[in-house]
């Protein structure tokens, strides 16, 4: 008895270390980003920095506006979102619920398997796949633009909202659905009546990795992308805010490497603000 309380002591305060751990690792990290991001904005000026439209860190006057980057990431995130949470939904709900098992099995692995594919060599197949069919579909004289990036991204997070999305759907009790059946209603609507509402916290989960992988990815994006800093436009060459810091972080110095960490900062702002809301409303809804 005693040898068993011990042992419960021991991994209760692992436990309460593992969980200061990572609050301390979440706030050094911001107070790291305030310290390295805050003195260029405050030397550039914060209208100039966030609202200016040119950016041109090695000229011999250099621009250090950000409005194109964060627009960018704005539009390239929405479009992933758009495309990919319907399809990533859509295809967890037939696995989960309309699939033979023998079908939905080795499907699921794949879909394991794509979550497993370096970021790298998605951008690899989009240069070489994606970017010349975009250029050859839409008569473009340059492949590498927004869209391409998108459709990019909209790929990548699938896998997160699909086995997450999946796994929701399979904790969802049988019983609601029985009941559905029973009342009357069919297969599908059960399906978007019943069970993704009860799944709904789960099904918000994945979305919320896939926003967050959507922000982040730097290197698929900086290959389809064109890595021009251009207002958006739908097949213009963009730069993401992630692009902007992984392109010139190598050979930066002084302002301009602090200006880069800026980026960064703002970056981190905006993931924040956006998981922030997410939760804020995902716990509103929840309540009765």
Request: proline share 5%.
């Amino acid at each position: 008895m005693k040898q068993k309380y011990l042992v419960e002591r021991v991994m209760n305060a692992i436990f309460f270390v593992c969980g200061l751990t990572a609050i301390a690792c979440v706030v050094l990290i911001s107070v790291y980003m305030i310290i390295a991001g805050v003195p260029a904005i405050g030397k550039i000026g914060f209208i100039d920095f966030l609202f200016g439209t040119k950016w041109a860190s090695t000229a011999a006057e250099p621009s250090y506006g950000i409005l194109p980057f964060i627009l960018t990431s704005i539009y390239g995130t929405v479009g992933a979102i758009l495309i990919g949470v319907p399809v990533g939904l859509l295809t967890a709900v037939f696995l989960s619920k309309i699939a033979p098992r023998g079908l939905a099995a080795p499907v699921s692995t794949a879909v394991e398997l794509l979550a497993g594919i370096p970021s790298v060599v998605y951008g690899l197949i989009g240069m070489m796949v994606l970017v010349p069919a975009v250029m050859e579909l839409f008569h473009l004289k340059n492949g590498t633009c927004l869209f391409a990036a998108i459709l990019v991204l909209a790929i990548m997070i699938l896998p997160s909202i699909i086995s997450v999305s999946e796994t929701a759907l399979n904790a969802v009790p049988p019983e609601y659905e029985e009941a559905s059946l029973a009342l009357g209603a069919t297969k599908i609507e059960t399906i978007f009546k019943v069970s993704i509402p009860a799944a709904k916290s789960g099904i918000v989960a994945g979305i919320v990795l896939g926003i967050g992988r959507a922000i982040g990815e730097a290197m698929a994006v900086m290959m389809v992308a064109g890595n021009v800093a251009n207002m958006p436009g739908l097949f213009k060459s963009v730069t993401f805010l992630t692009t902007a810091v992984a392109k010139e972080m190598s050979y930066a110095s002084g302002l301009q490497k602090q200006a880069l960490f800026s980026i960064a900062l703002v970056l981190f702002c905006f993931i924040m603000l956006i998981n922030s809301l997410l939760n804020f409303f995902l716990k509103k809804g929840e309540k009765p």
